[in-house]
Structure formats: C-alpha cells, structure tokens
C-alpha cells in the first residue's frame, strides 16, 4: 500500500506540475479527490488494513489528501491569472505612443467594426439600411411606444433644434419607417450616429454609433435572437465569447434584455472602462412589441420579430482594447491612425 501511496504522489506531481487550462485541471480533480478517485480509493482500502497499519497509513493518506487538495487550489488561482492576462493580451494592441505614418489615410476604428458587422449581417439575409440624424418626435419616441412625459424619456435627453426636431438618440428611430417601407418579412440592420445630453467619462460620450438590427418573421423567438447576436459577435471577435442576458426596460421591446460581453480589455477582472464590473454592456435588445409593430403597419397576429442596438463604439473599444471612449472622437490622428491594417 505504501507503494501505491508514493506512485500516486508521483502521477500527481507530474500531473499538476504541467497542467495548462482549467478543463484539465479539473480533470485531474476528478482523478484524484472524485467519488472514484486514486486518493478517495486509497482511503476506502485503508478498512482492509490491520489496525497497525490504519495508524501509519491513514495518517500517510491524509497528508497526501491534503496535499493534493491544496495544490489544486494554488494552481486553480495560477490557471485563472494565465487565462485573464491571455484574454486582455488578446484584444489586438493599441498603444496610443507608437510612431505613426502619416502619409497615407486611414479608415477611423469605428468605420473598420461597422463594415466588418455589416459584411457579417449582410451574408445573414439583412438589408444594410441609413436614416437621418435629425428626425422628429413621432419617430424617436412616439412610434416606439414612448408617448409624451414617459419617464423613459428621461435616459435619453437630447439636442433639440428649434423646429422641434432633435438629433436622434438612438437608432431605434429608425424603426417605424423601415417597417413602413418594406412591411413583413424583413432584416434589417441599420447603423448611425447618435446623441445624447451625456456628461463624458471613460466610457460615455454625447456622440457615438450604434447599430440597430430587426428581423421579423412568422414564429420569430428570443432564441432567434440569441443565435444572430452569438454568431455576430463569434465572428467579430475570432472566437467564442462569453455574454450573459439581464432583463432590461425599453418600452418599445417586450420581454427587453441586456446583453453583455465579458471585458475583453481587464478579461473580467474590472477596470475604469466596464465601471470595475467585468463586464460590458453591450446591447441592448428584445421582441418587439406590439404596439411598435402595429404602428409599422405589421399584423401582429401573424409576425413577431426582434430588435437589438448594438453599442458599436462599445464595441469597437472592446474588439481594438481603446480604454477611454474619448479617443475615438478626439481628431487625434496619432492614435486614430493606427487601425490602417487592422
Ligand atoms: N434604442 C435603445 C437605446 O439606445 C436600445 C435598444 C434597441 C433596446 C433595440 C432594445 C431593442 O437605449
């Protein structure tokens, strides 16, 4: 039995020793300390043993148990610091005092991430759709379910021109007259700049991008929904990635979620761009709700559909590691200039 001891001491050894990723460590988990593990066997074989050997042996057991136990732990936490650093070394590099050539133009970030999404979406069936930045009442707010004095208002404040008209705060205005234009079925995707009455931090401006998306159709689910938003940002970003669904209010969405995606810039740990929570908003979506599609001019007993507003600043820091949001509208071409060959 001593033997036996010291050979499983040995494998483990080697084992932990040259373990890379939390799967395997796991496993070696299992191997060890499960229900059927080498240790937990061990002890279940000591009740064989006389009672001499129960003494030295047990106690031998115990201290390997422990062993094993916590060098799981302390490579548990080793695992977890290789993983995050590799995630944050994996969001392409972006070093604002790198010498730049300015001698040839270049496309600003945000152009690069909207036409790679539009390319994406456009081989998914969707419309690539443009829509003013100055729009009206009905549009921005009426026609999404937001009447006059609604609280939801208040998140959305935003520059009004003297005509009553107003830059429009989300791409969501957008909405009702595509709905208008084309009737069911349809995708659409529909990218824009937007305003805000915002003060400006790391990650808020007055002016940014989003772009909407709808797709509706008979039989139209949130696991549609899901689907389109995995594949997107899948493809975006050159691997899985990890997003959660909150519930989220919109008035014009029902059920409406928040999606986020794990900070690609701390890899979760919390840094000033995700307010340290590890994760960032990144778009907001949900069914549409009836009313919306009543005011399109679409049967609602016949088609559902989804909406999302894809934050694409948001993700155009994420997909290049940009930390403040500031930059990208900053007119500085020392930092802006660097993406030519991303
Ligand atoms: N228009 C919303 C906003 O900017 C986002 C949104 C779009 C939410 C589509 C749900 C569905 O806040």
């Known amino acids: 039995m001593q033997e036996k001891i010291l050979k499983i001491k040995e494998e483990f050894e080697s084992l932990i020793n040259t373990v890379e990723n939390s ?13 059927k593990g080498q240790v937990t066997d061990l002890l279940k074989n000591l009740k064989n043993a006389s009672n001499d050997e129960k003494k030295v042996l047990g106690k031998e057991i115990n201290l390997l148990k422990r062993h094993v136990e916590e060098q799981i732990a302390s490579t548990v936490e080793k695992i977890k610091k290789a993983e995050e650093e590799k995630l944050v070394n994996s969001a392409t590099k972006y070093d604002v005092s790198l010498p730049v050539d300015f001698s040839q133009g270049s496309f600003h970030p945000i152009t690069l991430v909207q036409r790679e999404v539009e390319e994406i979406f456009y081989t998914m069936g969707f419309t690539i759709e443009d829509f003013p930045e100055v729009v009206d ?17 208040d998140m959305q404040d935003t520059y009004y021109l003297e005509n009553g008209q107003l830059l429009k705060t989300h791409t969501s205005a957008a909405q009702n007259s595509i709905m208008r234009k084309y009737g069911a079925p349809l995708r659409a995707i529909f990218p824009s700049r937007c305003f805000r009455n915002e003060s400006t931090d790391a990650c808020h401006e007055n002016t940014f991008f989003q772009m909407e998306g709808i797709m509706i159709d008979e039989n139209i689910s949130i696991s549609n929904l899901i689907y389109f938003m995995k594949t997107m940002l899948s493809e975006v970003f050159h691997k899985d990635i990890n997003v959660r669904l909150r519930p989220g209010f ?32 990144l778009c907001p979506c949900g069914m549409i709700h ?15 559909g989804f909406a999302f507003g894809l934050g ?4 155009a820091m994420m997909k290049y590691g940009i930390k403040d949001i500031r ?16």
């Open 23 to 35: 799967e395997a460590l796991e496993q070696i988990r299992i191997n060890f300390l499960g229900k």
């Open 137 to 153: 009442d009905y549009n921005c707010f009426e026609a999404l379910n937001i009447p006059k004095h609604h609280p939801a208002r």
């Open 312 to 315: 694409l600043t948001r993700l």
């Open 327 to 342: 930059d990208l509208n900053s007119g500085n071409l020392k930092s802006l200039s660097q993406f030519k060959n991303k």
């Open 290 to 304: 009836p009313n919306v599609l009543k005011y399109g001019g679409i049967d609602t007993d016949k088609y559902t």
């Open 250 to 281: 919109f008035p014009f969405v029902e059920p409406g979620f928040e999606l986020d995606i794990s900070c690609l810039i701390c890899g979760g740990e919390g840094c000033p761009s995700c307010k340290n929570s590890g994760w960032l908003e």
